[in-house]
Structures are given as C-alpha cells and as structure tokens.
C-alpha cells in the first residue's frame, strides 16, 4: 500500500534518518531542515543520476559551480530586487500570516465571487487575478475581505484582515565588517542566475558552439511567507538546473525536447510512474517567458504539484545582463521591458559566423529541485505490504541507484566471532570494489535487521552463518564459503559463493 499522506513519509524520514528538522533541540527554524545518513546518500545518489544524464551523456553540456553570495547587480538586472514577491497577507485576531493568493484559493467559490465582482475580475475561480487585483488596492482590498467574510483556516472564522501587500523572497546577508546600506550581497534565489552572468566565461573557455548547455545544482534560498508541508517548499534548497543556448528560432524545437528528455528521465530513472507524472502548460506567463510547462508529481496529501519547470526564456536573461542593449537586436518583449543595464562590462553574445552576425543566444531553462525530487523518490518507493502472517512491513522500492545503501551484511550470530569476522571482511571487499555503498549491522535479531534495510530501501542483504564457516548442524560441508543473498523486493534468498558475490550484486544493482 502507498502512503496515505505526507506524515508517513515524515514519520520515516525521522526514524530512519533520511531527514530532520535543522536545529531541532532549540527548536528548528521554520522551513529549513538536514539530511541525515541515509537521506545524504539518497540526495547524492538523485543528483549523480541528474548529471550523468545531463552532462556526461551528452556532448553539447558544460557543468558549473557558481556563489551562494550575488552581486546586488545580478539581482537587479534579472529583476528579482522588484519582481521576486509573494503577496502576503495577516489576521489579527489569530496572528496567522498567509499567502494572500493561496488564502483565497482554499475560500468557498461564493466568497471568490464577491470578491471577483468587487474589483472586475471576470473569472473568479481564477484565484491568482482575484489576489492581483485586490493587491493593486490595498485599502478597498482590506474593506472587500472583511465584507466577503474570508475564513481563517486556523480557526474556520471570518478573519480581521490587514491589507494584501507583496513581499520579496530574496535573502540579503552583510558583506564585510562593517555594516551599511551599501555593504551587502543576496544569497541566491534560483542557481539559474550564475550561469547566465557566466555565459562568456564558459563560451571562451570551452570554445563552444550553439547549442550548448550550462548545467549546475546548488543550494537556493527563498524567504518563502509560508514554508509547508515537509521538504515540498522550504527557506534553503537544492536545484538542479540547465540553462540550454539555441539560435532564436531554435528555441521552440529544443524546448519541447527537454520537456520530453526530462518527463522521460524521472520515468526510466527515477521509478516515477508516469500515471503519477502530469504536464502543465502555464497560461499565464511570466514576463520573461515564451512559453512554460511544468512537470508535475502527484505528492500524497498535496496531489499534483510542480517539480520541475521548463521555461523558454527567450533573449531575456543574456539581453537583461548586457550593455549597451540598443545595439544588439533583441526581441521585442526584452527590448520593451528589460531593464536598462547600467553596470554590466559585457554583451552577452555569440558570433553566428555562418551567418556573419552577432546574436544574444535564446536560452530554454529545465528547472528541478532537488529536494521536491527527493520527495518524489520516497513517496514513489514506500510502500507498506502485509505478509501472509498478517505482519505489515514497511519496504522502500527504491531503484537501486538511488537506494542509499546497496547491500547490508549481516552475521547470523552477533556473538560468534569467526562469523562477526567474516561478516567485516566481506563488507570490506564489497567496498573496497569501488562506490557500492555497503554496511556491517549486527545491533539487533536477523529478522529485525532485514526490516530496517527494507525501511532504509537497502535491495540486497548479505547474510553470513553457520553453513558460511562449514560449520553446519548437520556436518555437511558443502555451503562453506557461500552467503544467504536476500532480496529486498521479494524477500526471495539465493545462496552465493563469495567468490562470486561481487559480479552477482553488480547484476542485481544495475
Ligand atoms: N530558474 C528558474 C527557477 O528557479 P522555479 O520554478 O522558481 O524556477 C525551480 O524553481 C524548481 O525549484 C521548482 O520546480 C521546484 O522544484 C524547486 N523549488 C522552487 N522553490 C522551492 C521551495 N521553496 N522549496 C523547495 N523547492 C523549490
């Protein structure tokens, strides 16, 4: 059986040490949280697939590795020091702060029309232009919610309503030690932004041609108004990006091939099942973008939510980031809305020399987070099966290259030396191998120890015993030097030489 709702995927996370709340004994901090043992396994092992598949197996990739701490300039020219905002909204009387948009998304559609009507909405289902409108009159909007009686969530009432306002995500920190007005920098909100104001660096250096791509994950941070449910939206976070340069033009072609490359990915090697994947073609755009669908998973609880977003972001973010814009033949919408660029010492521009010309590339964005992957993995994998005894065991079906750990050894008896012995030994050599990670476990009964490597998502658990050491109750020598291989799937066991053992893990762990 899946998982019902989010807190089972909670409630293992904490048990098995996939993920904690950060800075739990002084009570956390709202939004933020680490990964423990084997959720540092799982996040690496989804971000090595992510960039073997996007890096190493293509040949038009670069990857990049850029600052947490930003230049207030690239902020200010990508439009994030204006643009990047939430409309947020409080309630009086129980001090709850919401997003304003999300508040009148969870409202009955009766109360959605009154407002609708009240400030010339046409569509009142369409909750994101009801917040819009109301955000553009604060203080009519203050009035209109009171007179709509909006509930509070918290307590089902009708709520005292401040004015909607807006309110930038961005983080900034003090650079330096003296602190002014001048002296800060922005810890980054998006990865995607390193790549652009590197596009020369990397062209020159690698001497590259179009198409080519910037690829590189990293953490992000977003001062979210309301950081919820689990790692689904969080203050600190992981991307996985790849900024895609075309010839404009090229642009719509290479964008539908990343949406269906990427859809592909999280089937084949992720184990996402694809009734559980959904695509969603925004309507309303932002004001970069020419076109953007998202990939979208069905989280217990929250239902169909994004995951990834893939963006054709047109010439906005090279043209944004150059100087002396004029001259350089951008589109119309960059040419009209981006912002005059007064800082910028470079035109981000490719010489086309087919075509003898100098163009600012167009740029196609695939956009994960890495954290909403990992979500993804673990309420894909869990499943809690009931055994013919009427026992439940909870089973991460994890694919093995993203399981944390590949294979568990266990000895039979803790306390019979020769057997604890070989147990290490061969978890050594399964090691010593190369990257399977592997572990030694004799803290509990064999049978307790196969459910924590289910929990843990573990495929394969070694088991040395008796039979190991020819030392079998029935004096038979014929299983010496074998092990018990016991599957996680099917809890199905294969006997196995130990000289045979690492080419049969190999096969099994693909
Ligand atoms: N450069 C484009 C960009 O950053 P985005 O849609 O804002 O686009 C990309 O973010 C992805 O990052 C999202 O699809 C989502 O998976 C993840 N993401 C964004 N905000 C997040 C948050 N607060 N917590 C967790 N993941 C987040």
């Known amino acids: 059986m899946a998982a019902e709702n989010l807190d089972k995927i909670v409630s293992l996370c904490k048990r098995r040490g996939f993920i904690f709340p950060s800075s739990e004994i002084y009570g956390g901090l709202q939004g933020v949280f680490d990964y423990g043992p084997l959720g540092v396994e799982l996040k690496n092992n989804l971000k090595r697939l992510w960039w073997k598949h996007n890096v190493y197996e293509r040949d038009d990739m670069e990857g990049i590795e850029t600052a947490l701490l930003t230049n207030r300039y690239v902020l200010r020219y990508s439009g994030h020091e204006k643009g990047f905002a939430d409309p947020l909204i409080d309630n009086r009387t129980t001090k709850k702060r919401y997003r304003f948009d999300h508040l009148l998304r969870d409202q009955t559609p009766e109360v959605r029309l009154t407002l609708a009507q009240g400030f010339d909405v046409t569509d009142s289902e369409d909750y994101e232009s009801v917040a819009l409108a109301l955000l553009d009159e604060p203080t009519r909007a203050e009035a209109a919610l009171k007179a709509a009686k909006v509930i509070d969530p918290e307590d089902g009432k009708p709520g005292d309503w401040t004015e909607p306002r807006a309110f930038n995500l961005v983080f900034k920190t003090q650079v330096g030690p003296v602190a002014d007005s001048e002296s800060f920098a922005y810890l980054r909100p998006e990865t995607a932004q390193g790549m652009f104001v590197n596009f020369k660096n990397v062209l020159t250096s690698t001497n590259r041609k179009l198409p080519f791509g910037i690829a590189q994950q990293g953490k992000s941070f977003r001062n979210e108004i309301t950081p919820r449910n689990f790692i689904f939206r969080v203050r600190e976070l992981e991307q996985m990006e790849i900024e895609y340069f ?80 004029d001259s350089l033949g951008l589109s119309a919408n960059t040419a009209e809305k981006a912002m005059r660029n007064e800082h910028s010492t470079e035109k981000l521009t490719y010489f086309d020399q087919p075509n003898n010309r100098h163009v600012v590339p167009y740029v196609v964005e695939p956009a994960a987070g890495v954290d909403r992957g990992v979500l993804a993995a673990l309420c894909e994998a869990y499943d809690e099966e009931t055994l013919e005894n009427g026992e439940v065991r909870v089973v991460l079906r994890l694919p093995p290259a993203l399981a944390p750990i590949k294979v568990a050894v266990l000895p ?99």
């Open 412 to 510: 039979l008896a803790k306390n019979k030396p020769e057997i604890v012995a070989k147990s290490k030994e061969i978890k050594k050599m399964i090691q010593a191998s190369g990257d399977i990670r592997s572990v030694y476990d004799d803290t509990a009964g064999i049978g307790k120890l196969y459910r924590r490597q289910d929990e843990a998502g573990t495929p394969l658990c070694v088991t040395v015993d008796y039979d190991t050491l020819g030392q079998s109750r029935d004096g038979g020598t014929e299983l010496v030097d074998t092990v018990t291989v016991r599957h996680r799937d099917t809890m199905h066991q294969d006997r196995v030489a130990i000289s045979d053992l690492l080419t049969y893990i190999q096969a099994h762990i693909r």
């Open 246 to 325: 075309v010839l404009p033009g090229e642009d719509e072609a290479a964008h539908e091939a990343w949406i269906q490359d990427h859809l592909t990915w999280w089937v084949e090697k992720v184990g996402l099942k694809r009734e559980n994947l959904a695509l969603f073609e925004h309507t309303k755009l932002s004001h970069y973008s020419k076109r953007t669908v998202d990939i979208l998973y069905k989280y217990p609880t929250l239902g169909f939510d994004e995951l990834e977003g893939i963006a054709n972001r047109t010439d906005w973010d090279l043209g944004s980031h150059s100087k002396e814009q």
